[in-house]
């Protein structure tokens, strides 16, 4: 499946417009319909936006219907992942390097 058909499909399991979309994401209708209208691939913080306005992490995007088992722990840090600034991943990622000595 690809990027749009993937875009359909949650579209479609949550009974939401392209509309819709657009204001979940905090993107602009013109974003929304030049992916689907013009067969533009959103960049990955495009991506990203659209699965925060989803809810959804972006290995829930690309997993499909398939499931990824995670612990508690993984999936706790993935649902507060979702939400965080690019500036705050960068800081978060930069944190966790450092304490792997790495």
Known sequence: ?????RLQQLLDE???TRYRLAKE??????TIANIF??????????????CEGFKITMAQFFTENNTVELSP?????FD???????????AALQMIKAMNNR
């Open 1 to 5: 499946m690809n990027t749009h058909e």
């Open 37 to 50: 209208k013009r067969g533009n691939v959103p960049s990955i913080a495009t991506l990203e936006t659209i």
């Open 14 to 16: 949550r009974g939401w």
């Open 25 to 30: 994401s905090g993107l602009s209708e013109a």
């Open 80 to 90: 507060e992942w979702v939400f965080l600034t690019t500036e705050q991943k960068s």
């Open 73 to 77: 722990e993984l999936k706790e840090l």
